[in-house]
């Protein structure tokens, strides 16, 4: 079964600073991988989905890389915002199933 | 229209009682899923319909019953709950291997 590991649990830093959120997956046979943010007490939004057959994925600030082959993926935050402050969780899909599994998320804190 | 629509966004209920929560999405997906989410967790998966058929329940209890009435819509039916069934739940859609799409969730608490 899928596995997802998300470092660091927790990040707190201060406006401006570029920033880099790590994810890990055990069975790297996954067809994509999603970047999620969620802010307290609500739904998932969608920031990044980036294909098997990608290596990086770039909205905005936000740049996710892939690299199957090690089991990892990265969300680097460019400059980042107090508004950025979030839950920000990966998800790798399970193996036949179009189903996902969520690591732990990161817990991101973005001082004025 | 890249929205999930969740139906209500709180709910309250009692032990005994029986209510139900309502998931929409006009994308055209054809497979939607029911996540509970309890604090400071990741989303873990109850139930995924795939054309409207029941593909895979987690070993959720039987208190939980869910229901696809169509291609649109989820529905999670809800029946002598504990307390322990408190927590977010998330409803999703997707296609294939492309993007999944969350609705806002319903926050369930059970007195």
């Known amino acids: 079964k899928q596995e997802v590991t998300q470092i660091p649990a927790a990040l707190s830093v201060p406006e401006g600073e570029n920033l880099v959120l790590n994810c890990s997956f055990t069975?790297?046979?996954?067809?994509?991988l999603q970047w999620f943010r969620q802010d307290p007490g609500k739904g998932l939004t969608s920031l990044l989905l980036i294909q098997s057959s990608q290596r990086e994925q770039t909205s905005g600030r936000l740049n996710a890389s892939l690299d199957k082959s090690s089991g990892r993926s990265t969300l680097y935050i460019a400059a980042s915002q107090p508004g950025d402050s979030a839950t920000y969780l990966c998800a790798a899909p399970n193996s036949g199933y179009s189903t996902l599994t969520f690591g732990k998320g990161t817990m991101l804190l973005v001082s004025p | 229209d890249t929205e999930v629509t969740q139906t209500p966004k709180h709910l309250v209920m009692g032990m005994t009682n029986k209510k139900s929560l309502k998931c929409e999405q006009h994308m055209g997906h054809r497979a939607m899923y029911w996540y509970k989410q309890k604090a400071k967790k990741p989303p873990e998966l109850m139930f995924v319909y795939s054309y409207e058929k029941l593909s895979i329940n987690e070993s959720v209890p039987s208190r939980f019953s869910p229901e696809c009435p169509n291609s649109s819509l989820l529905n999670l039916h809800l029946h002598a709950l504990q307390p322990e069934d408190s927590a977010l739940y998330l409803c999703?859609?997707?296609?294939?291997?492309?993007?999944?799409?969350f609705g806002q969730g319903t926050r369930l608490t059970v007195v």
């Open positions: 069975d790297s046979a996954i067809y994509n």
């Open positions: 999703a859609s997707s296609q294939g291997d492309r993007e999944a799409f």
